[in-house]
Nanobody, 126 residues
């Protein structure tokens, strides 16, 4: 069982920045693919970004590419999401997640993720 705790959400004006953090429990953090997803009211949960176990491979949704950056610190069992140039359409609850998949380096498939945090609200005002 892996427990994930997100932090860093809040209210920001359009064009602003936020940095989300996700701390994981346990001693196997470096063996997990990590991902960030988001869910807006009335919409399905959608992929935002993913990072490989070593941090050398990343992938992003087209809607955030060039504005968001995912990173991880395996020594601190923490994954980050730096969000710049925020837009009102980025408003959502943001979740971090663990994938124990051993076949791929990264994955955007929500079904591949085994553990989820409780989420942190990000609200971008226009």
């Amino acid at each position: 069982q892996v427990q994930l705790v997100e932090s860093g959400g809040g209210l920001v004006q359009a064009g602003g920045s936020l940095r989300l953090s996700c701390a994981a429990s346990g001693r196997s953090f470096g063996s997990y693919i990590m991902g960030w997803f988001r869910q807006a009211p009335g919409k399905e949960r959608e992929f935002v970004a993913t990072i490989s176990r070593s941090g050398t491979v990343t992938d992003y949704a087209n809607s955030v590419k060039g504005r968001f950056t995912i990173s991880r610190d395996n020594a601190k069992n923490t994954v980050y999401l730096q969000m710049d140039s925020l837009k009102p359409e980025d408003t959502a609850v943001y979740y971090c997640a663990v994938s124990r998949d051993f076949y791929y380096d990264v994955t955007s498939d929500v079904r591949a993720y085994n553990y989820w945090g409780q989420g942190t609200q990000v609200t971008v005002s226009s």
